[in-house]
Structures are given as structure tokens and as C-alpha cells.
């Protein structure tokens, strides 16, 4: 059975009462022992009255009292103030019984500033007054006398036994209580940890703990509550990836699900009916032919888009000339645009601009995204391109004014599969492979590929490659 940490402070408290009760005996026992200590010490317990005590008053020495700060009067029957050495105690030399009486009982006073030792000399028949002034007084006895009369003895007993019970309830009360308040400090700050965890477990993992503590739990509250955000953002990118994965394997199947039905729809129709004409027979052949290439093309471009996602995936990077290299391949494009009623813009600086790049790799980026652009945009459509240079780095912005992509999809377009036609139409040929490979080859540069929201009607692609 596990032991709560309440019961365990009360255990704890119980200790430190008892060390209490164990610390005031002690106490007493220090301030007895001090009281002898300053008896040894302190110039009034050096120089007692009974120690310079004469008969006859005249032959008194008081050197040693004076010297030492201190003074001696003499008082006789009368209250005559007849000797008097240092500081005078009296402000006259003539008292009466009623004044050296009010004297006698302030001398015993705990709060007079002085330390006075009153002798009678009965043969003299005179009073000796040794003062000091007093420094730090510390005066404690324990006195007990058994001749004392028998009922005042046992009631000062029970007294004595009442006042210690009561002082050890009041301590044992006052221990429960700090307990309690103490443990709630820990247990309170705990069951809400406790209950958090439990949220966590129990699959809500939006559950977060607010203690308003400043201390070591707040702390406990901040990792906890870092932990859980953790927790849930991993939790929504693996339900997000689990839903990427479904879809990507919807869209591979309805993407080789057509060709190869075509393929073998075709090809049955072939082995049904032999005796069909050349001409439809090459027909058939042609249409299997080019699914076939289909199905080829989108299986190739799965295993690339795989190999990219590999560790061991690299490219071959050489210092080249963008510009030069950029030239080469807008020239490959015209013939393209051409024959697709498609107008071109190109910018591109003469002066040399240098970065370490795969020229094969490279040129796959740009044959995509204008092979996108041919597929999915009208005749007459415009595609720019031109390079400038930014923050040490290389800037490709290739730009069309056609029919664009609409903005539901602007932040997936770069997910495999995701197409801006949704019927997934194999007239225009795409896999919807192209842009998720195109980005990842300028990733792999230490680049990136990303559509801009610029305002201007089309589609707006930037390439950045940093320079050498």
C-alpha cells in the first residue's frame, strides 16, 4: 500500500516536535548553565557584598568596588546614608523607613538597570550596598523545596504538569495544522500533474496544467505542458501523414488503375477476336502501347520520388555558370512554345553568376515547370524567366499569366499526386510527380522551389540556389 506524502509530512512533524520538546529542556539546561557562568564573570559576582563585609563599617576597603565601576553605601538604624564610595545610589543622606523600604523592593526589580547585594550586619547594626550597574542580566532558577507545606507542593505539581500538557497539545496542534498546509503545497500541485498525465494517457492530448505556482513546479508545469504540446503537435503530423499516405495510395492506384485497365481491356479484345482487321489491330496495339508508357513513366517517377527520400540519396554537384546553363535551357524550351502558341519573355544577366549545381538534375526543375505550363495553360499564354541574384544567392522566378492554381490547393501543390484538375485526366499526361521531384532536386542544392503569392494572374515558381 503506498503511503501518502500527507501522512508522511505528519511523520515528519512528529520528529521535529519531538526535537522541539528535546530543544526547550535543553534551553533550560543552557540558561542554568549560563547563570553559573556568570556568576564567574559578570564584576557584581566577583565582588559580593559579603566578601568586603566588616564589622565595623570604617574598615570596609571599597577600592576594589570602585575600581571596578562599582559603589558601596553604608546605611545605619537611623538610615543615615553614613558611607557612601563611586556612584551615589541615595539623593540625600537622610532616609526614612518608608524610602529605604521602597528601595529594598525596587532593588530586586527584574527591570532596574543595576545589580544591587544588600548585607545587614547585625553586630554593626548597619545595611551594606555593593551596586554595579548592570550590563546583560540573566537570571533563571529551578527551585524546588519538599519541606514546603504538602498541599502547596502538589498543586504546584499539577501546575507545573498542567502548564507542560497544554504546551505539548498546543505544539502537537500547530504541527498537525503546518502539516496540512504544507503537504497540500505538494499534494495539491501533484494531483493536478497527476490528473494532466492521466488526460494524456487517456488520449487528449490538448490537456494542459495551470498550478499559478512560481517555484520548482512551475517548472514541472512548463516541461509538462511543452511535453504535451509536443505530444499533440507529433500526434496531428502522424494523423496528417497517415492521411497523405491513404491518399497517395488512392492516387497511385486510380493513376495505374486506368492504364491497366485499358491495357488489359485491349488485350482481351485482342485474344477474343483474332480475326480482327490490321488496322484495328494496330489500333489496339498502340492504345496497350501507350498505356504501357503510362504506367512505365508513373512507376519511374514513384521510384525517383522514393530514391529522393532515401539517406543515401546525393547529387553531383559541379561549380558552374547559372547563366550560361539557364541560356542553354531556355533555348531547348522555345521550339516547345512555339509549336504550343505559347509567347516567352527571358532575362537573363550576361555577367556570370556562379553556384554548385547538378546540371542534369537541374535542368529536370525547368523542364517540369514548363512542361506544366504547357499542359495545363491556353494557347497564347506568356512564360517568363529570369535569374537575378539576392542575399548571396541565386534567383530563378519562372512565371506564366495562364489559368493558374487555385488557392485551396497553392499550399499542397508540391505533395505527390496533388493535380489541379481533379479529374486526374490522362490527357494532359501528368503524374502529379513532377512538382514534389522538381523541389527536392532544388533542395538537395541547399535551395528551394516555391510558388509565390504575388497578385498576378498564373503561376509564379521561384528557384533559389546559393552562390559560391
Known amino acids: 500500500m503506498k503511503k501518502k506524502i500527507a501522512h508522511q509530512f505528519f511523520t515528519n512533524y512528529l520528529v521535529v516536535f519531538a526535537l522541539v520538546i528535546i530543544s526547550t529542556f535543553l534551553a533550560f539546561a543552557l540558561l542554568s548553565f549560563a547563570s553559573k557562568l556568570a556568576s564567574n564573570v559578570f564584576a557584581k559576582n566577583k565582588y559580593p557584598a559579603s566578601s568586603i563585609m566588616k564589622d565595623d563599617y570604617k574598615q570596609i576597603d571599597t577600592s576594589q568596588v570602585v575600581q571596578n565601576g562599582g559603589s558601596v553605601q553604608v546605611v545605619d538604624r537611623e538610615y543615615r546614608v553614613v558611607v557612601s564610595e563611586g556612584k551615589d545610589v541615595f539623593s540625600k543622606k537622610q532616609l526614612n523607613a518608608s524610602e529605604f523600604t521602597e528601595f529594598l523592593v525596587w532593588s530586586k526589580h527584574k527591570s532596574t538597570p543595576f545589580n544591587h547585594d544588600i548585607i545587614y550586619n547585625p553586630k554593626g547594626e548597619f545595611w551594606l550596598i555593593v551596586t554595579f550597574p548592570a550590563s546583560i542580566r540573566i537570571d533563571f532558577s529551578f527551585i524546588m523545596n519538599t519541606d514546603a507545606a504538602e498541599g502547596d507542593f502538589g498543586k504546584a505539581v499539577l501546575i507545573l504538569i498542567g502548564v507542560v500538557i497544554v504546551y505539548l497539545l498546543v505544539m502537537a496542534v500547530l504541527s498537525i495544522i503546518y502539516a496540512k498546509i504544507t503537504a497540500l503545497q505538494i499534494t495539491v500541485p501533484l494531483r493536478k500533474l497527476c490528473d494532466g498525465t492521466r488526460l494524456l494517457r487517456e488520449g487528449d492530448y490538448s490537456a494542459r496544467v495551470d498550478l499559478r505556482l512560481d517555484n520548482e513546479f512551475a517548472e514541472l508545469q512548463d516541461t509538462f505542458n511543452d511535453m504535451a504540446s509536443r505530444i499533440e503537435h507529433e500526434i496531428t503530423l502522424r494523423k496528417k501523414a497517415e492521411e497523405d499516405r491513404r491518399r497517395l ?83 531547348e524550351l522555345v521550339p516547345q512554345l512555339e509549336q504550343a502558341g505559347f509567347k516567352y519573355e527571358f532575362d537573363i544577366p550576361e555577367k556570370s553568376v556562379f553556384v554548385m549545381l547538378d546540371k542534369d538534375r537541374f535542368s529536370r526543375i525547368i523542364h517540369n515547370l514548363a512542361g506544366n505550363a ?43 499526386f496533388v493535380r489541379a484538375d481533379y479529374s486526374r485526366n490522362s490527357e494532359t499526361g501528368g503524374s502529379g510527380l513532377g512538382l514534389s521531384i522538381a523541389r527536392k532536386i532544388a533542395q538537395a542544392h541547399s535551395g528551394d522551389l516555391i510558388l509565390r503569392e504575388t497578385g498576378k494572374k498564373g503561376c509564379n515558381f521561384r528557384i533559389t540556389i546559393p552562390l559560391i
Open 249 to 331: 495510395i488512392l492516387d497511385i492506384s486510380h493513376d495505374l488503375k486506368n492504364p491497366m485497365a485499358s491495357i488489359q481491356g485491349y488485350a482481351e479484345l485482342l485474344c477474343q477476336k483474332p480475326d480482327i482487321g490490321e488496322q484495328a489491330c494496330r489500333e489496339y496495339l498502340k492504345i496497350i502501347h501507350q498505356n504501357s508508357l503510362r504506367a512505365n513513366r508513373l512507376l519511374t517517377e514513384l521510384f525517383e520520388l522514393s530514391r529522393m527520400d532515401s539517406p543515401e540519396f546525393s547529387i553531383k554537384k559541379e561549380k558552374t555558370d547559372l547563366s550560361e546553363t539557364l541560356r542553354q535551357l531556355c533555348g
Open 374 to 416: 504547357l499542359k495545363y495553360n491556353p494557347e497564347g499564354t506568356i512564360v517568363s524567366v529570369a535569374l537575378s541574384v539576392m542575399d548571396r544567392q541565386a534567383v530563378i522566378d519562372f512565371d506564366d499569366d495562364g489559368i493558374g492554381i487555385p488557392a485551396h490547393l497553392a499550399q499542397d501543390i508540391f505533395k505527390p
